[in-house]
């Protein structure tokens, strides 16, 4: 709508279906001028609906495990192929847990879970950027960003070793930042989202009173997946040049609440009749 | 109980009744082993029992109003003269909001009153510093602290202008240490501590909810006034000496959560039933 | 250059001249679309070229002292008035310290000079915000950014009272952005902006080596003012709507960076001759 | 010297030799009445002195690769046989990098140096927790340190991937504190000490004038490794029972630092004859 990317080039990570965070941005980016590419895992093409996206932002889908380091080397290949050079921004939107999936709570973790879960949420960005600063992938003062989440920060039950995982993720948005920076004049920040109804966020434990709690919280409610497409423009664009090793919340105000009155309100109604959990197995 | 303040001496200002964090404090210390002088206003002599606490504590009260240099002259010259000399500590727990008292949302602060907040809660703390140091009133690697509240990095409705003078509290201590580091080797921190049900305290609107919901949001509990003063004397001790420009959570873990499994429990009773306020006065 | 203001209006306090931070921010927006209105002091006025940026803006000039309830008051009702309506957004970028201009150290405050630097660099953001809450000036959507800096988080020598001013103004940032997000959806945030060689920050003790060390500290370098304008283009602009009672940094990296390389080249130098301070006038 | 921990029992991991922390802090441990278990990896036993140590101590060394669940789980076995039942404290002092040893820059890692690094520095302290906790080893109150670093929040050039290991501990700090304080009341935290000229520490590049400039920006100066033992008594000790989940800083006030006069007079110095950096090879 405002031209905000026009003649810029990025790929894009993680669009499942169009629930998808990543799917929005797309979309947005598409809309505000951008030539992108699509990426996902094999099985995420396979079950998703990211063909249908391809069509609509005119483009093409490259299959990459963000894990390896072969796919992403031939990502980056194929997607500089594509551009005819090379491009200016990506979107990292990519995490999974083993531990949440299989419901084995944080103080019984398997570790080959918690390694999976590394690799895919939090070191799956540092390879991403390693292999794109190798092959000089990215144009000076690009842009790269990560989907993050307030548990990086604060403990919420059943968000798991996730929250490590995304903890991880944010510095090495600031130690890669660093590096990029100094050398490619390239930003690298995070985005810590309000909790978003998608395929994904709706496999995590309790999500539906998360959701009423952190909107209640939250001054301007929970921030949507559209939201977080605009606002991904933005830091794509030539306007953010100088926002770095950041990790910008874009939720609302709930990061900078401690309480409000609209959730206390609720609260309090159980006040007279207290309940306790039926256990602690998250 | 361990003589971890045998030899200090110190000043804690803020004593009201045995509800008070700083009364608790000054029997800690005592107990440690210190020699402390009381003080507090004019007023808040009147009104509270703080003669009661200085015999327990085999002391004096010395009347001072913090805001007033006058006063802090006075009471450090006799403090240092009671004492004999320098004095090792300070305790500053002294905070009121008249905006608060009256009922005036911030959104329709009275300016005056808020002048009043910021003197008597944030720059009084300043003056304390600036008094004690130019009359060179702290041997060297002693230890001054301040008492504040999250609200100062999150925000809680009802709390008021109180937030602002709470962030610029640990500013202060950040500014001062600085300098009082740099030249003295003495130290400057604030303690965030759980909302304690003193007579300050129970003057903040819905403040049984809120206790309820950081009781349940905290996985040790609220921090109650007795394990604060533990937590003081061990900021006075020599075991701390290099801590300095902090502001340190004792919270029970409230400042590192997001949502713990009791207190989301408690705010699922009302999802069948959700209420709203009755309109925002506050 | 993208219309990203287009139909919008907004207050812009602070330009003095075309070094200043606002006259940059004004500029930008005039060329983004939006109808703005330009303020500053009386004085000001007369010292500075603000007639000069309203003919480029092709605009008025509204003087008002910002510490002023009436002059505030009347400024609203002039904008609106010029305006025909609610306008959508506001930059407060006004902060000074008496301390600071007459070489006070922190450690020697006047206390009549911090309430002023409080009452002009931080109170007056409140009062901004809660006369045009009053009058309810902003449309829903609306956007207010005030002008901080890191000075606010971590201490640096000289910076004075101005750090604690900053510390409060961030605060007030989250107070009101709780009750001006819950009651109107305007967003309220601030930007913590590199140092930048304003009239203003030119009176900052030993500001040559500061930005030097800020410049190779920061990967991408000192953020510039028409950087600085960018950046608050897509604040004031409908695709960041839920961003709210942040403090963002716009420094290049700076504020997360613990060492450079570039800089501890440049500090490595001194190593072999280390010299000290001429005293702690400052 | 105080008897803080008399009658209390833990497990001190990663004593080296008397430069090592978690010496000092075995040391002090034992004069304040603890008994303690000493541990470390087999090769660091054949390499270090803590035989030594466990004389000193009198207390007997059981060896334990702290990324091993089998060694941990027999660690916590045979020091609930000596103990004579559970215990109170545990120090986790354990951190290494082969990609800082190898030189690899942080955008050349090796990825399954990285895994390493991430075993060794930051999932062996979930492992000690999660075994630990498998065995009901603790008592109520009990109280589990982890030593990190300001790496963690600030990026500084060459401390590579073990910022992003940092970040992750002081993540499972907070997520397993929650786990742990609501089911056990014990407290986990991390300090986050001064850069200390350790064995571990002296390999890091350019330590020297880090050191040097640490020194100088922290009003305190560095905290040496004395210091740090006793700031742990007094976390390991019942006075600080409700700080739980924080990243505590042991720092002299650096991570509070923006700039002081001290370090500034020491960069100033370079101004005239500015000098970069032969490449950026870390």
Same mark, same amino acid.
């Given at each position: ?152 920060? *604060?403990?919420?039950?059943?968000? $798991?070793?996730? #929250? &490590?995982?995304? !903890? ?6 600031? =130690? ?39 909107? *209640?919280?939250?001054?301007?409610? $929970?921030?949507? #997946? &559209?939201?977080? !497409? ?6 794509? =664009? ?45």
């Amino acid at each position: 709508m405002y031209n905000l990317l026009k003649g810029k080039k990025g790929i894009i990570f993680g669009a499942l279906n169009n629930m998808s965070l990543a799917w929005k941005v797309a979309e947005r980016a598409y809309e505000e001028g951008a030539e992108i590419v699509l990426t996902n895992t094999p099985i995420s093409l396979r079950f998703g609906d990211i063909e249908e996206l391809a069509k609509k932002c005119n483009t093409i889908v490259i299959p990459a495990d963000a894990t390896s380091i072969e796919d992403l080397e031939n990502l980056i290949d194929k997607a500089m192929e594509y551009f005819g050079g090379k491009f200016d921004f990506i979107l990292h939107s990519v995490a999974m847990s083993m531990n949440v999936r299989k419901g084995k709570s944080y103080d019984n973790l398997n570790y080959n879970y918690l390694n999976k879960t590394l690799d895919i949420s939090a070191i799956s960005f540092h390879k991403v950027l390693q292999v794109a600063k190798k092959k000089d992938a990215i144009n000076d003062w690009g842009s790269v960003l990560a989907l993050s989440y307030v548990a990086a920060q *604060r403990t919420l039950y059943g968000y $798991n070793d996730m #929250a &490590d995982a995304k !903890a991880m993720l944010e510095s090495i948005a600031r =130690s890669f930042g660093y590096i990029y920076g100094r050398e490619k004049k390239i930003r690298v920040n995070t985005i810590s989202q309000s909790p978003t109804l998608t395929t994904a966020g709706s496999g995590v434990k309790g999500i539906d009173g998360l959701l009423d709690f952190t909107e *209640r919280m939250s001054p301007l409610g $929970n921030a949507t #997946a &559209d939201e977080f !497409a605009d606002f991904c423009i933005t830091l794509f =664009s030539d306007l953010t040049r100088k926002v770095t090793m950041q990790n910008l919340f874009h939720d609302g105000g709930f990061s900078s609440m401690g309480m409000s009155l609209r959730a206390m309100t609720m609260y309090n109604q159980a006040l007279d009749n207290p309940k306790e959990p039926d256990g602690f197995d998250i």
